[in-house]
Structure formats: C-alpha cells, structure tokens
C-alpha cells in the first residue's frame, strides 16, 4: 500500500513501525463554532484511512484532539458572557455529533487540550532543559534555529523565512522564527499554573504531547489539512523529535481543501456552511460521497450541482442494493452455471480493482468508480433465477465496499424504517422497566413522524398514519 507522504514529496510503501498496527494521529478542531463542511474533510478522508487500513487487517489506533483552549474560543465566551469552558463543551459536543452523522467513526481517544496541561508544561521544561527553549518574563519560546531539521517538511528555509518577516521583531524573542510554548495569562482568560508563569500553553506543544502520550513516541501517519504544514506541523516536528530525540512521524498525510468559487471555505472568510446547515438540505451521507468522490489531496469544489449529482449516483447503487436484497427473498439455491462462474470472476477483478485504487494513496475517486462497475454488472446480470449464493456475494460485495468507504447504502426510507424500530425497541425496554413516562415520550415523538403503534399479541405493529 503506498501513501503520499508530504515529508519526502512522493508516494511510498506503507511500512508500520510494529507489524499489524497503526499509530495514527489527525489534528482535531478548535472547538468555537459548529465545524464547517471544510473542516468535515480531514475527518471524513481520515476516516476512511482509517476504515481500509483496519479492512486490510492492521489494528489502528487512532488519536484525534480536540483544541478547547484557544483566542478565539475565549473571544467567543467573552461576546455571549460565558465560560470558556462552556465554549469548547458546547462545540465538542456538537462535533461529536456530525461526526457521527457523518458516519466518522470515534478516534480511539479523542484528547482535550484542557486536561493534558500536566503532559505540556513535563515536554515544555524537557525543551528548556535540552536547550531547546528558553523563558522570557513568563513566556517560554521555542528556540527555532537550534533543531537542525526545521523546514523539513514544508520544504521551507529558516533564512526565507526571515527575509520574508516584515513586522517588527518581538523583542522578548531571539529570533523572530522562534514560536511559543508558553504565555502568560491576560485578564479574564483561563490559565494553569506552571513553573514560568500562570498562563496557558502555545497550540503546538499540545499535538506533540497527545500523540506521544497516546501513540509513543514514534508514529506511523500524522494527518491533517493542508494548511498545518507549516507552521504547525513544521513546529509539532521541532518539538516532538527535540524533546525525544527520536524520529516523530514516518508519513505525514495532508487533504488539499474544500472550495466555494475556487476559494478555501474559511469561518474568518465568511464563505462556509456548516455541517448542520448541509443536513438540512441533504442527507450527510451525501456530503461523505460527494467529498469522497475526488482524491482527497485534489482540491475540491462545493456546489449544489455537484451535491445533487453525488445524490443520484449514491442513489444508484443504493437502488442496486435494494434491487439485490429483494431477489435474494426470493431466488434458490443451485450450482453455478459458466456464466456464473464468469460473472463470479469479474466481480472479483472489480474488488480488486476497488482494493487496487485504495492502495494506490487512497484513490477513493476511481475505488468509487470500481463499485459502479459492480453495480452495473449485477443491474444487468442477477436475476430472481440465479443462484441465490450469487446474489448475497454480490450483495455482500458492493455492501462491504460501501462500508469501507463508511458510506451505508440504505435508501432513505430503509433508514427511516429502522429509526423507527430502534425507536420502538427502546420504548418497549422502557415499559419493561415500568419507565412509563419514556415510553409514552416515544410514542408522542412517533407520532410526530406520523408513525402509529398497534399493541397486538404478537408484539409492537406499526405504521405509517
Ligand atoms: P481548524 O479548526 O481551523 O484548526 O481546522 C480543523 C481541520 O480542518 C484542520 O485539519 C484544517 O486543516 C481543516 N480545514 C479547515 N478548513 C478547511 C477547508 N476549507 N478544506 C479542507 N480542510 C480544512
Ligand atoms: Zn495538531
């Protein structure tokens, strides 16, 4: 399996520190806001990463953070005179939601910068110790020029970088590439005591201290959008191999970004939509299709047009499916004929061809192209008179593909139904629990789906009123 890794500017065979599993580490968001539909692509491509490496057999450990200390969550608990706390719990709590909608699975840990100060202030005082970084009235900087390997992943040059440094030089600073780790408290902000200043920590360190502290301090793949290159991924680099003195990612990934008229979808640019607005206009697994459907280090336009295209083609193979699942009702069991055989034979050169493209840096823009074939094959080949081994391997099929791509191909109304269900299982645990009030709440929020309940002997009826 090969991946693009942005340290070396080329594709490369994935070689995973210890056999059969995977260190893996995606830069969350900050908690401020509702996530936007740009910051819904690393998760959904990481997601999926993630989602073939474990079908391929790897056991994958996956870090994602969340950043719930930060100016602008502070900002924001200023404007509506709330805590910042308040702030990053309310936001969290909704990312963890799309995500969910989105049919992103949860990271192994999912790290709150807030509760690993202990672990920041330990690599900080590390960095101090080795030379690496030094105080200043209450503010501890990140001694850039010191770590030999500095722009080695954004190809950039310290003396560039200079050169292009227009604003006055921070006079507490040695050199004006150097960054913080530390900072002392202003008025009204949160902070944590430590041994420079009662203050709270830069936003680097706390990437280069989660991932050692949950994954070692050596991983496979760090990931994130591409404009953490530089300067945050450049600086988790310096900080993580200074303070460890040990190589800190093998392969770093990078999703170029989502676009609206060709510009990146940004909250400070005004031109977003957030996953929630997204929801109600299309089902999200509309959204995960559509994103999937270009390779994740194109750029990629959202429009309307391209959402409502990436809605039909979900619908044909969703529709396939559908299709499948009724002729197995109904077909019987037979030995194959030859052009069964045959048919068998294509369908597995199309897996192979999903696997092929998946491997090649996870192609999912031509893996996606794979299933189509399958589906097109099995639209005009299954009939209620094949065998019905054939129909559920070809059923399984296009199913398990969907499912590596973390897209559930159900048609709505299949979804609905087993909403529905759920609904009706969990308000019978109710009645059995005598939790009389949860079960009649259930009822009344069935109702408003207009779904009616019939109590019969045999158990729970129901429909559509
Ligand atoms: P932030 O909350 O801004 O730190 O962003 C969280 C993640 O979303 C980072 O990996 C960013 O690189 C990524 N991201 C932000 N905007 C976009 C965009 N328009 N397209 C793709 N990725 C983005
Ligand atoms: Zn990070």
């Known amino acids: 399996m090969k991946i693009y890794n942005t340290l070396n500017n080329k594709k490369e065979e994935l070689v995973p520190i210890e056999e059969g599993k995977i ?91 807030t509760e690993e100060i202990d672990g920041m202030i330990e690599m900080i005082q590390t960095l101090i110790d080795k030379g690496y970084a ?36 921070d006079d507490e600073k040695e050199d004006p590439m150097d960054f ?43 990931a994130g959008g591409e404009d953490l290159v530089f300067p945050h991924h450049e600086n988790e680099i310096a900080q993580s191999e200074a303070a460890n003195g040990v190589p800190f990612s093998n392969y770093w990934m990078h999703n170029a970004f989502l676009n609206i008229n060709n510009h990146k979808m940004s909250k400070s640019a005004g031109n977003f939509f957030t996953v929630k607005d997204i929801a109600e206009k299309y089902p999200l697994q509309v959204l995960r299709f559509f994103m999937l459907n270009a390779h994740y280090r194109s750029p990629l336009n959202f429009s309307d047009d391209l959402m409502n295209s990436a809605s039909s083609s979900l619908e044909r193979i969703c529709n396939s499916v559908s299709n499948l699942k009724h002729i197995k009702d109904v077909a019987t069991a037979r030995d194959f004929s030859d052009d069964d055989k045959n048919y068998e034979t294509t369908l597995n050169a199309l897996s192979d061809k999903f696997d092929a493209a998946m491997d090649d840096d996870f192609n999912t823009a031509d893996a996606i ?87 019969t002997r045999e158990g729970v009826r129901w429909k559509r009123s």
Request: with cysteine; charged share 30%.
């Open 180 to 222: 913080v780790l530390w900072k002392p408290k202003k008025e009204g902000e949160p902070s944590w005591a430590s041994p420079w200043s009662d203050g709270r920590p830069g936003w680097h360190i706390e990437c280069s201290v989660m991932s050692n502290k949950y994954l070692g301090s050596s991983i496979d793949i760090h």
């Open 134 to 169: 030094y105080e200043k009235n209450g503010t501890v900087f990140y001694r850039t020029r010191k770590f030999q390997g500095y722009g080695k992943l954004s190809g950039k040059n310290l003396d560039d970088l200079n050169a292009g440094i227009r604003i006055a030089v």
């Open 23 to 113: 260190r893996m580490y995606v830069c969350g968001p900050t908690v401020y806001n509702y996530i936007h539909i740009g910051n819904a692509r690393p998760m959904i491509v990481f997601d999926t990463v993630r989602r073939y490496l474990e079908y391929k057999g790897y056991e994958v450990n996956y870090v994602s953070n969340f950043t719930d200390v930060d100016d602008k969550i502070i900002a924001k608990a200023n404007e509506e005179g709330v805590t910042a706390a308040e702030i990053a719990e309310r936001y969290t709590k909704a990312c963890l939601e799309d995500m969910n909608n989105m049919n992103v699975m949860p990271a192994t840990v999912h790290p709150k910068a």
């Open 369 to 455: 192209a794979a299933i189509f074939e399958i589906v097109k094959l099995a639209n005009s080949y299954i009939t209620s008179d094949s065998p019905i081994e054939l129909v559920n391997i070809s059923y399984d099929r296009i199913v398990k593909l969907c499912d590596i791509l973390g897209i559930i191909c159900k048609k709505e109304e299949e979804m609905l139904d087993e909403e529905v269900e759920a609904l009706i299982n969990e308000r019978q645990n109710a009645r059995k629990e005598r939790n009389f009030a949860r079960a009649d709440e259930i009822r009344d929020e069935l109702l408003a789906k207009g779904i009616v309940l019939e109590d």
